[in-house]
């Protein structure tokens, strides 16, 4: 099984909203990452985590807020975003940091 | 620094015609690299990959080759189908000095009946 799913798939939220972006995974890897894509391009790396620990945060505003409850799962909170946040995130998964990635089906975010 | 080129798209085809998508790197040591797939609305899959020089990576009939004296890896199809119709992205990772992946702009590939 090489699945990695999020929730939700689609989400418009204001700009006073908080709300979060879920990740999972099970097949025992232990790096995952968030990717931020904008129409017609490729992903931008936003943060990595690495056994469960934080490794890359590629100076992303603090208005995005990764954690990571274990192994298998990754959250992305949202709060205070601006309309041109509005893109599609992208969790991924692999087995240790930067092996091939394995990516989820993404969470279209619209930012009102 | 390291990078990855790939040619511009949209490329458009003929079903049954041979595909041919061009990508060079520029990397320091033994990078590993990798063609993704991303369809419509959805996330990128993972295409094929090869680790080093002289690899042939093949996956639903796509094949491309780590040539590390042209530093390419050109993904070549025999024939394609309208089903093959998305964005190709070639990436690398584990350049000296970074674990990052980097990705290429992308090629969207459109194929026609």
């Known amino acids: 099984d090489t699945e990695v799913t999020q929730t939700p798939k689609h989400l418009v939220m204001g700009m006073t909203n908080k709300k979060s972006l879920k990740c999972e995974q099970h097949?025992?890897?232990?790096?995952m990452y968030w990717y931020k894509q904008k129409a017609k391009k490729p992903p931008e790396l936003m943060f990595v985590?690495?056994?469960?620990?934080?490794?890359i945060n590629e100076s992303v505003p603090s208005r995005f807020s990764p954690e990571c409850p274990n192994s298998s799962l990754l959250n992305l909170h949202l709060h205070a975003l601006q309309p041109e946040d509005s893109a599609l995130y992208l969790c991924a998964s692999s087995q240790e940091e930067y092996y091939e990635q394995y990516f989820g089906p993404g969470t279209r975010l619209t930012v009102t | 620094g390291n990078s990855v080129t790939q040619m511009e798209g949209p490329v458009t085809l003929s079903e049954e015609a041979f595909l041919t998508i061009n990508c060079t790197y520029t990397?320091?040591?033994?990078?590993?690299l990798f063609w993704y797939v991303q369809y419509p609305g959805e996330g990128l899959q993972l295409l094929l990959k090869?680790?080093?020089?002289?690899d042939k990576g093949s996956n639903k009939g796509f094949e491309a080759t780590y040539r590390k004296e042209t530093t390419s890896f050109h993904l070549e199809k025999g024939s394609v189908q309208v089903s093959d119709s998305a964005v190709y992205f070639c990436?690398?990772?584990?350049?000296?000095?970074?674990?990052?992946?980097?990705f290429g702009t992308g090629t969207r590939l459109k194929v026609l009946a």
């Open positions: 990397a320091t040591g033994y990078p590993s």
């Open positions: 090869a680790t080093k020089a002289d």
């Open positions: 990436a690398l990772s584990r350049a000296s000095g970074t674990y990052k992946y980097i």
């Open positions: 097949m025992g890897h232990r790096a």
């Open positions: 985590y690495s056994y469960e620990k934080l490794s």
